[in-house]
């Protein structure tokens, strides 16, 4: 089993920043996805941003210019600076992954962290 532990969440101003981090855990043999979504009340989940293995970066039109996502490939951890935070933005995000372990292809998705932007 892959395990993914999110961190970073909290309440923000509007124009503050945050940074998710979410370090996956296991018998992982390779990642080749890492992404965030997020999901705010009464909508469904949305693509925020997503990094593949070899470094392919796609965002949601929303963030562009104000988000950015990268990883370690030695932690397993992918990481998402939020700038200019405005209240829109305020959701649950939650982190998903893609790849390969001992028993096989994985894709596991976190428990889920909450973004609050609010004056």
């Known amino acids: 089993q892959v395990q993914l532990v999110e961190s970073g969440g909290g309440l923000v101003q509007p124009g503050g920043s945050l940074r998710l981090s979410c370090a996956a855990s296991?018998?992982?043999?390779?990642?080749?996805?890492m992404g965030w979504y997020r999901q705010a009340p009464g909508e469904q989940r949305e693509l925020v941003a997503t990094i593949t293995g070899g470094g392919s970066i796609n965002y949601a039109d929303s963030v562009k210019g104000r988000f950015t996502i990268s990883r370690d490939n030695a932690k397993n951890t992918v990481y998402l600076q939020m700038n200019s935070l405005k209240p829109e933005d305020t959701a649950i995000y939650f982190c998903?992954?893609?790849?390969?372990?001992?028993?096989?292809?994985?894709?596991?998705w976190g428990q889920g962290t909450q973004v609050t932007v609010s004056s």
């Open positions: 998903n992954t893609r790849g390969l372990s001992d028993y096989g292809p994985f894709r596991s």
């Open positions: 296991g018998r992982i043999s390779s990642i080749y996805y």
